[in-house]
């Protein structure tokens, strides 16, 4: 450096300095990470929520995991470069949704957890889908902690840890696992009778002190499995993120990385924005407290970049960021071709490598074609859970077909996937249903069929538990959870009448909120139902199993189910 420079930088510096003396703004905090200097920390969360046994990449080369890893490696490295750290956390539901992945306990994916480096996850209400040994074993192959303050043996132990502090680049993180309350009906009733599970929303106010108290921690972060519903407007489901928030005091509380609801938290106005994959994406904040969630199985990695300085956590830079999705365009004779949305991701060799013999396995039997449909089936959660679906009255059917029963329910979070148009195979079935369910005869009187059916369909549309029915026609009153039935399996409906109604044994045990009944165990399981009936008709004709106007709800804002507005 020459003594004319150095002599320039010099002046410089004093001329600053007695402009600062000169100043009423020398005590002014910083504004930004640049102001803060070296007193600004900066930090990476990413996040991924409700995997649902989605290790392997579907048809069209979409998501898999180790395309995520590729993807996350790439963050970190960049992260790095910027002088800051990573924290990746999940938001539950590992398990549960296609059957490479069901067949052998969520295995893959949990050794691709491992793999790609995940620091906790929240434990969703679908690691209960299997007995309590199954996750038992699932939590000892995970390298990082499982955590849910608000789940408690009869002991009155938790189960899992409440919560775990990550010291990420001299920040401490404390991050509290919280699920759904839900899950007391969500759950297999067979293998949690012995849990409990406590409002959130008081439970973390005891962790959050219990953080306090012992000064373990700069910021604290949630990962739940809960849900987002905007405005807190969650309808029949149990209260998630949004009402977590506003619950607690302001500053309580850094950031929620959530899941359970299976949509992008990407708000405009305080409602959902109308998001695609690649789009801008502004995450829900209230209360102060940022919210995120992440679509569903690994469709996106999100990525929010934290900056933290004056003792205040700034969101710097937010995305999600597509995993080799696809969308369709057209051409200008009309053709339509599938194109990446962004840059495409190469897979991670060797985790690809380790996890191709896991989606090899038993592959033969689960492509046996067993029948064939002329139509879509639909199965689609935006749609079953809102109307009656040719897919959910199938199932329904096919139960009440298969003891000859006069009606047929089947909640519709049960139903897992469509079928598409063509062959039919036994993966297909257990993609559709694969939570080994069985089929439950109930035998009761007219009056208490009606009683039964107005507490199931009055439950609220857009919830798993929204009934799909068949052997029946009624009208429904929202208002009154009542139903007049007019006719029962073909035959004018008699109250003193004596019927038979099928219900899978998860909701016959109370799940979904359903009334629990006294009911004979059939033993056939579900899937293996749905695989007999498909096979016994060989060919399908979708539009027989079209609604046929035998349900109509009354006082409901839908036409479809019931829907009432909470005041």
Same mark, same amino acid.
């Given at each position: ?13 004093v ?29 990476t ?17 979409? *998501? ?29 539901d ?32 679908h ?25 408690y ?55 959050i ?19 987002? *519903? ?29 899941g ?37 199985w ?26 080799n ?9 009309g ?21 191709? *013999? ?35 009255r ?17 909640n ?50 857009g919830?798993?538990?929204?009934a ?24 004018e ?75």
């Amino acid at each position: 450096m020459t003594n004319k420079l150095l002599k320039g930088l010099v002046a410089t510096a004093v001329l600053a300095a007695l402009a600062g003396c000169n100043s009423s703004d020398d005590d002014k905090a910083p504004t930004t990470c640049a102001e803060a200097g070296t007193a600004c920390t900066k930090f990476t969360v990413l996040h991924t929520n409700d995997n649902h046994g989605r290790f392997w990449e579907n048809k069209d080369g979409e *998501y898999g995991m180790a395309a995520r890893k590729t993807l996350i490696e790439k963050i970190r490295a960049e992260v790095a470069a910027n002088g800051g750290e990573t924290l990746l956390l999940s938001g539950g539901d590992i398990n549960t949704g296609v059957p490479e992945s069901d067949l052998q306990d969520a295995l893959p994916d949990f050794l691709g957890m491992n793999d790609i480096g995940y620091d906790a996850m929240a434990v969703g209400n679908h690691e209960f889908d299997n007995p309590l040994a199954v996750l038992d074993s699932q939590r000892s192959i995970a390298n990082f902690p499982m955590l849910a303050a608000n789940i408690y043996k009869e002991d009155g132990t938790r189960y899992f840890e409440a919560y775990k502090v990550f010291d990420v680049n001299g920040i401490k993180i404390a991050v509290i696992g919280l699920t759904t309350e839900d899950t007391a009906k969500l759950g297999n009733p067979e293998f949690i009778s012995g849990l409990k599970f406590t409002d959130p929303k008081e439970e973390i106010v005891k962790v959050i002190k219990e953080i306090k108290d012992a000064k373990a921690a700069d910021l604290i972060f949630a990962t739940t499995h809960m849900g987002h *519903y905007a405005n807190g407007e969650h309808g029949s489901n149990a209260p998630g993120d949004v009402a977590l928030a506003k619950a607690l005091e302001q500053g309580q509380l850094q950031a929620v990385i959530g899941g359970h609801s299976q949509n992008p938290v990407c708000m405009e106005g305080g409602e959902y924005a109308d998001f695609a994959p690649g789009d801008e994406c502004t995450p829900d904040q209230q209360n102060g407290t940022y919210i995120m969630q992440a679509h569903e199985w690994g469709k996106y990695v999100g990525r929010a970049d934290f900056e933290y300085f004056n003792g205040e956590l700034h969101l710097a830079n937010y995305k999600l960021v597509p995993v080799n999705l696809v969308k369709k365009v057209k051409d200008e004779q009309g053709n339509e071709t599938k194109v990446l949305v962004g840059e495409a991701i190469e897979a991670d060799a060797a985790l690809k490598e380790m996890l191709s *013999y896991y989606q090899e396995r038993g592959q033969g039997q689960l492509d046996e074609v067993i029948a064939s449909t002329d139509g879509l089936l639909d199965g689609e959660r935006a749609n079953v859970r809102f109307m009656q679906t040719n897919l959910g009255r199938l199932i329904a059917d096919a139960q009440r077909t298969k003891v000859a029963a006069d009606v047929g329910v089947m909640n519709s979070g049960g139903v897992r996937a469509s079928i598409a148009a063509g062959d039919i195979s036994y993966r297909d079935v257990l993609t559709v249903q694969p939570f080994g369910n069985m089929v439950t005869l109930s035998t009761m009187t007219g009056e208490e069929l009606s009683a039964y059916l107005g507490e199931v369909a009055s439950l609220q549309i857009g919830a798993g538990a929204y009934a799909q029915i068949t052997g029946v026609k009624m009208t429904v009153d929202c208002a009154a959870k009542t139903v007049a039935i007019s006719e029962v399996n073909g035959k004018e409906y008699s109250a003193t009448g004596s019927y038979t109604m099928t219900v899978p044994s998860y909701n016959a045990a109370g799940g979904d909120g359903y009334p629990k009944l006294n009911p004979v165990q059939t033993g056939y399981v579900d899937a293996e139902v749905l695989y007999t009936f498909f096979k016994d008709a060989g060919t399908i004709v979708a539009a027989d199993y079209n609604p046929v106007g035998d349900i109509v709800y009354e006082n409901s804002e839908s036409v479809e189910g019931c829907k009432i507005t909470a005041q």
